[in-house]
């Protein structure tokens, strides 16, 4: 799988978790139309607003949720 590939399901990803592409499109203060057209491949879409998709994705994970799992996350030195 390539890249833009990637990157458009992690931005549809997003969008269902928001309850649609009005909902993202809010969220990432941009029109409908253009959202549209990065998750169709009509316009690669933008590091940043891929970044923006990650994050919003993370948010939801189990795991982000709840501080507890912060410190499993957390690099340590091993020591060597």
Do not use: C, W
Not at 2 to 26: H, K, N, Q
Not at 50 to 67: G, H, M, N, T, Y
Request: proline fraction near 6%.
């Amino acid at each position: 799988m390539d890249s833009t590939v990637t990157a458009r399901r992690v931005l549809a990803r997003a969008a269902v978790l928001l309850g649609g592409v009005s909902a993202l499109g809010e969220r990432l203060e941009l029109a409908q139309r253009r959202l549209t057209d990065y998750l169709t491949g009509a316009e690669p879409i933008p590091d940043e607003l891929f970044l923006a998709a990650i994050d919003i994705v993370l948010e939801e994970l189990p795991e982000s949720r709840s501080p507890a799992h912060a410190d499993k996350l957390a690099i340590r030195p091993t020591g060597n």
